[in-house]
T-cell receptor, first 112, second 111 residues
């Protein structure tokens, strides 16, 4: 298996623009997680899905952030409008039964 | 709320053992994890331990868990330069599937 795939790997955008991050989980995994990593706050959970259904979105910072999982092999995290404080590395992870979470390589987002 | 704490930095010489420590506050933690992150890369799962275990060994890695003190450690035997990375401790409680991560310990291995 190719592991968790994320795209793009790097994204630079201007404040106010819409940003969409993409994730393809490992085939057969039923849990998908979105995390954000910053120097100030470390790694923090944004949202996770089980069988494509959002279970816990308490970590989503505000209404500017939204996440979807239209099918078992694809998820998106959207920020609209983006702000400089959204600059971070965004990780997607997947697991089967949520015991062992496997992380993707991350998307480094820079909002200027 | 839950809290996971780690020291920020550890420096060792190649060939020595490294011990990275972690403390957590959530008494309902069921699984505790160690992840490794190399520069510019994602997190690599190294090992995990169930909360009813005291120790787990996997090749050069030994995990010790003191549940009473809520203390977790990762020992790397015969540390190599390739072990230089940031090591994250994380826990998972019974109700929540997601992980709570510590701030990470940067391990520097000197030749």
């Amino acid at each position: 298996d190719a592991g968790v795939i994320q795209s793009p790997r790097h994204e630079v955008t201007e404040m106010g623009q819409e940003v969409t991050l993409r994730c393809k989980p490992i085939s057969g995994h039923d849990y998908l997680f979105w995390y954000r990593q910053t120097m100030m706050r470390g790694l923090e959970l944004l949202i996770y899905f089980n069988n494509n259904v959002p279970i816990d979105d308490s970590g989503m910072p505000e209404d500017r952030f939204s996440a979807k999982m239209p099918n078992a092999s694809f998820s998106t995290l959207k920020i609209q409008p983006s702000e400089p404080r959204d600059s971070a590395v965004y990780f997607c992870a997947s697991s089967s039964g949520s015991l062992e979470q496997y992380f993707g390589p991350g998307t480094r987002l820079t909002v200027t | 709320g839950e809290d996971v704490e780690q020291s920020l930095f550890l420096s060792v010489r190649e060939g020595d053992s490294s011990v990275i420590n972690c403390t957590y506050t959530d008494s309902s933690s069921t699984y505790l994890y160690w992840y490794k992150q190399e520069p510019g890369a994602g997190l690599q799962l190294l090992t995990y331990i169930f909360s009813n275990m005291d120790m787990k060994q996997d090749q050069r890695l030994t995990v010790l868990l003191n549940k009473k003190d809520k203390h977790l450690s990762l020992r790397i035997a015969d540390t190599q330069t390739g072990d230089s990375a940031i090591y994250f401790c994380a826990d998972r409680d019974t109700g929540r599937r997601a992980l709570t991560f510590g701030s990470g310990t940067r391990l520097q291995v000197q030749p």
